[in-house]
């Protein structure tokens, strides 16, 4: 968790909405940003440290087949996403990251920016309801403006090597975009959405009307929550200026380190 704490030290995020912060176990919501992971780390780790709760994220199947990449996914808590698993986990009192766009969210396409592509997915929904647990909807917002897609999934499958690819298991949805370029300095946003409630549904996690319905007010506030982020973006004076603080952050640790020393945990 040390590297954790030191990228959100660097990238200095602004959290909103802690206040919305349940009590006990809860399924947490989110958007997935291009590549998945650098606003996931900031939320995972800030969790732990400043709440003391380990999020046990829900990651795709193809994680889990790659070799060194499975093993730091495990280190971080990420549980190989299915009901089973995230029925478990409640069962257990864990919270539950979950990120409903799958791997299509973090696979941008070109000109993308936070879009929600979540299907008719409920899974999410069903065990919240299943455990009387409430739903929280988190929005992230930074990482999509910091790159440009050079190269997506649109023109691999349109190459002539798409069906060499497809025949050793490569996925469309899955096919992460190629940036152009160096990625841009770009401060991180967060916001917890007020908790959906689902105790009033626990037991009907197999009645779709419900589930339809919870599913879709909790679409929606993060997509609100996404909009309102993106309006305190754009007032940040100082959106663009986190690499700066992200190099004193670097230096500080690297004489520390070079002194014998560990970081401070603050």
Do not use: C
Request: net charge positive; aromatic share 8%; charged share 25%.
């Amino acid at each position: 968790m040390e590297a954790l704490r030191l990228w959100r030290r660097a990238v200095q995020p602004r959290l909103v909405g802690v206040n919305h912060l349940p009590s006990g176990p809860a399924v947490f919501v989110g958007n997935h940003t291009i590549y998945g992971f650098l606003d996931a780390a900031v939320l995972l780790e800030w969790m732990f440290h400043e709440q003391g709760v380990l999020l046990r994220s829900m990651g795709d199947h193809v994680h889990f087949q790659i070799p060194v990449w499975r093993e730091l996914f495990v280190a971080a808590g990420v549980v190989d996403g299915n009901r089973d698993a995230a029925d478990q986990l409640l069962a257990e009192g864990h919270s539950l990251l979950i990120f409903p766009g799958g791997a299509r969210e973090v696979a941008r396409r070109k000109g993308e920016r936070y879009p929600l592509h979540w299907k008719q997915r409920t899974g999410f929904v069903r065990v919240a309801v299943k455990h009387g647990v409430p739903v929280v909807p988190v929005a992230m917002v930074g990482v999509d403006d910091a790159f440009d897609v050079a190269v997506d999934a649109n023109d691999v499958t349109g190459s002539p090597l798409w069906p060499a690819l497809q025949s050793l298991g490569f996925r469309e949805e899955a096919l992460m975009p190629i940036p152009g370029g160096l990625p841009r300095p770009e401060r991180i946003y967060l916001r917890f959405m007020k908790p959906v409630r689902t105790a009033r549904w626990r037991g009907q996690q197999d009645d779709d009307a419900p589930v339809m319905a919870l599913r879709e007010e909790v679409r929606e506030s993060v997509r609100r929550g996404i909009d309102e982020l993106r309006v305190m973006q754009a007032r940040d004076p100082d959106r663009n200026s986190v690499v700066a603080g992200g190099k004193k952050v670097l230096v500080r640790w690297l004489a520390q380190a070079l002194a014998g020393s560990t970081p401070p945990a603050r």
